[in-house]
């Protein structure tokens, strides 16, 4: 597809569930982000790929919360036994490093309700 | 501790009037700067991006300027539109390493008839 692409749009889950987030990145992009943006505030970092790796997953909150990367493209965000405080919309972004901007080009989010 | 600030939180115009959103931010070292549009229920969309050596980008009625001694930045938004609610996010990206970029909370701006 032309842009990054995530589902499910909705999800709503029972508390304690495990939910699976899926993110289709540009074709291409090498780096892959994943963020997190609660009712009213600012997007916060989770983790960052680069390729199938993960320099940078210091924004995960709890070891409830991993991710994995594979064949440098689709990438999974899994939370386990959720929480009422995991309700936000999650979203993923890609990159394709160079020049002086390296934007980041974000998918339109899952949003998590967690009852 | 790098943070990005904005102002207004909210904010409420009439179709036709122009607006300006402020940002300021205490991110160091600093690479570049942006602004985000954000549809309710999208991802963020760029609108522009500056790098500390450029003081002023402009997207069609979109206009930012940044002050890197001041470390402010603003986005006028001129002869506005019903289409142009929507929260406007400041991001500035942190300089070397993987381009962590640091967001304020946005100004959600509505445009009313």
């Known amino acids: 597809g032309a842009g990054v692409s995530q589902s499910p749009s909705n999800k709503v889950t029972e508390k304690g569930k495990d939910v699976e987030l899926r993110c289709d990145p540009i074709s291409g992009h090498t780096a892959l982000y994943w963020y997190r943006q609660s009712l009213g505030q600012g997007l916060e970092f989770l983790i960052y790929?680069?390729?199938?790796?993960?320099?940078?997953k210091s924004g995960l909150p709890s070891d409830r919360f991993s991710a994995e990367r594979t064949g440098g493209s689709v990438s999974t965000l899994t939370i386990q036994r959720t929480q009422q405080e995991d309700s936000a919309v999650y979203l993923c972004?890609?990159?394709?490093?160079?020049?002086?901007?390296?934007?980041?080009?974000f998918g339109p989010g899952t949003r998590l309700t967690v009852l | 501790k790098n943070q990005v600030e904005q102002s207004p939180q909210s904010l409420i115009i009439l179709e036709g009037k122009n607006c300006t959103l402020q940002c300021n931010y205490t991110v160091s070292p600093f690479s570049n700067l942006r602004w985000y549009k954000q549809d309710t229920g999208r991802g963020p969309v760029s609108l522009t991006i500056m790098t500390f050596s450029e003081n002023t980008k402009s997207n069609g009625r979109y206009t930012a300027t940044l002050d890197a001694d001041t470390k402010q930045s603003s986005l006028h938004i001129t002869a506005s539109q019903l289409s142009d609610s929507a929260s406007y996010i400041c991001v500035v990206n942190l300089s070397g390493g993987y381009n962590k970029l640091i967001f304020g909370a946005g100004t959600r701006l509505a445009v009313h008839p």
């Open positions: 790929f680069q390729g199938n790796s993960a320099p940078d």
């Open positions: 972004a890609s990159l394709l490093a160079g020049g002086p901007y390296n934007e980041q080009f």
